[in-house]
C-alpha cells in the first residue's frame, strides 16, 4: 500500500468520525483520542505495516516482578492483548501496546475492525494497570495483616 491509499483509508476512517480530511502527517504520523485512549498510528510503507500505539498506564513502583509477570503472560501467544504485543518505554516508565497491521490488502472495514479491536484491548489494560496500581504495597507488619 502507498501512502496515498493509506491517506484514502484515512480518509473514510475520518468521515465516519466527522473529521475531514483525515490523514497521515509529512512523518507518515497520526494520533487521535477515544475518550481516554490516546491512539498513535504509524505507517511504514516499505514494510507494508500500520503500527498502533497507545500508552496504557505507568509502571508501578511496588510489586514490579509480579506486574512484569502479568505483562509477560498476556504476551504468550498474544493471549491477553487481543493480538498486540505489551512494552516497556523505560525512559517514560510507562507500558505501551502496540500492533501492527498488514497493509497489502487493507479495507476501510478491516482498518475499521483492526482499530476497534486495538481501543478495546487499550482500555482492558488501562484499567488492569490502573486497577494494579491501586493495590496496596505488601507489608509484613502483623498490624496490617487483616487475615490473623
Not at 505501551?96 to 478495546?120: G, P, V, W
Request: hydrophobic share 40%; glycine share 6%; with cysteine.
Amino acid at each position: 500500500m502507498k501512502k496515498n491509499d493509506i491517506d484514502l483509508l484515512m480518509n473514510g476512517f475520518g468521515g465516519e468520525l466527522g473529521i475531514d480530511n483525515l490523514q497521515m502527517d509529512a512523518d507518515n504520523c497520526c494520533c487521535l483520542s477515544f475518550d481516554n485512549t490516546v491512539l498513535n498510528m504509524e505507517f511504514d510503507e516499505e514494510q507494508n505495516r500500520l503500527l498502533l500505539y497507545s500508552n496504557v498506564g505507568d509502571i508501578p513502583e511496588h510489586e514490579q516482578a509480579e506486574f512484569y509477570q502479568m505483562l509477560l503472560d498476556a504476551n504468550l501467544f498474544w493471549k491477553g492483548t487481543g493480538g498486540g504485543t505489551l512494552s516497556i518505554d523505560k525512559k517514560a516508565e510507562s507500558v505501551i501496546l502496540i500492533s501492527a497491521c498488514n497493509t497489502n490488502h487493507l479495507s476501510l472495514e478491516s482498518f475499521k475492525s483492526s482499530i476497534a479491536s486495538f481501543l478495546d484491548a487499550a482500555e482492558t489494560w488501562t484499567n488492569a494497570i490502573g486497577n494494579f496500581e491501586a493495590v496496596p504495597q505488601k507489608s509484613n507488619h502483623s498490624y496490617l495483616n487483616l487475615n490473623r
